[in-house]
């Protein structure tokens, strides 16, 4: 008896895996929110859009100096900083290198808003009918709910370039590093 239900719940565990592996949300990258025209030309323009930039050497020498590392050095394939200056770095659908996914460098539109595959699809089909909380099941990040989706990056322990002084609210309102707010139709 005691046998059984070890297989028969071990399948059933097995089974739910599967399942989780194949909704899991990926990475579109940009051109996947491209109906969303004005965020995108806000976001061309902004710092994150060019983060990757930030890497190559001699980019920000003194700045690097000063936070102890390398001024010459090229931390362009670095895992250590490319989870950060990227879009879903070895994530599925994310930056894998900048020949193979050059679309994904930067920090793009779902490192705010969460990996869009799931999501983007319920955008589509509802377009403005569809409710917050859906959008949040399918993964779909909120920052001005959430402070960590923003803090993730700028307050973590690895960022080489943190600071306490770093807001969320007051940075929302900073326009060269973040989109406008175009209200959108509907109840989001
Ligand atoms: C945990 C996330 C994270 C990691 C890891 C990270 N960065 Fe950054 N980096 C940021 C954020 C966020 C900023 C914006 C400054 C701020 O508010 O912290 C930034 C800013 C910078 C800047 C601009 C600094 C300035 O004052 O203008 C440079 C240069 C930089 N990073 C290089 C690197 C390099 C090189 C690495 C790897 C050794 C790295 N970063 C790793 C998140 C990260
Ligand atoms: C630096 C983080 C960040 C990036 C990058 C970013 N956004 Fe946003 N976006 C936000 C925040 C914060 C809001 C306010 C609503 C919220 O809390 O998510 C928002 C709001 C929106 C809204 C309105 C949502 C609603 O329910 O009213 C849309 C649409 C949007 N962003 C699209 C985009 C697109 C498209 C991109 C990429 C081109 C992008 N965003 C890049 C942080 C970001
Ligand atoms: C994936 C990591 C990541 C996430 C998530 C992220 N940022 Fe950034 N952010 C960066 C990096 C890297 C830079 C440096 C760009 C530069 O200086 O050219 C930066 C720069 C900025 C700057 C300009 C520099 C400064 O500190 O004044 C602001 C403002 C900012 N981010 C706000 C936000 C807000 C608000 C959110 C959340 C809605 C957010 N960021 C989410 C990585 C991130």
Redesign the pocket.
């Known amino acids: 008896m005691r046998f059984w239900g070890m297989v028969v719940s071990a399948a059933f565990v097995l089974t739910l895996s599967a399942s989780e592996a194949e909704t899991a949300p990926k990475y579109v990258g940009v051109d996947g929110c491209k109906c969303h025209k004005s965020e995108i030309a806000d976001w061309e323009r902004s710092?994150?859009s060019?983060?990757v930039?930030?890497l190559q050497s001699g980019k920000?020498a003194s700045k690097k100096k000063s936070a102890g590392l390398e001024p010459d050095k090229d931390y362009g394939n670095d895992a250590r900083c490319l989870?950060?200056?990227?879009?879903g770095y070895e994530k599925d659908g994310g930056f894998a290198n900048t020949s193979s996914t050059p679309k994904m460098t930067g920090?793009g539109c779902e490192?705010?808003h969460g990996p869009g595959s799931e999501y983007r699809a319920i955008h589509k089909e509802k377009t403005t009918k569809f409710t917050r909380a859906e959008a949040m099941a399918a993964g779909q990040l909120y920052?001005?709910l959430d402070?960590e989706?923003?803090?993730?990056?700028?307050k973590h322990k690895d960022?080489p370039?943190r600071?306490d002084d770093?807001n969320?609210q007051?940075?929302?309102k900073?326009n060269?590093?973040?989109h406008e707010y175009y209200p959108l139709e509907g109840k989001h």
């Open positions: 710092v994150h060019k983060a930039d930030l920000k989870k950060c200056h990227t879009t920090v490192m705010c920052g001005s402070p989706v923003c803090n993730a990056c700028h960022n370039f600071s770093f969320v007051e940075a929302l900073k060269r590093a973040f």
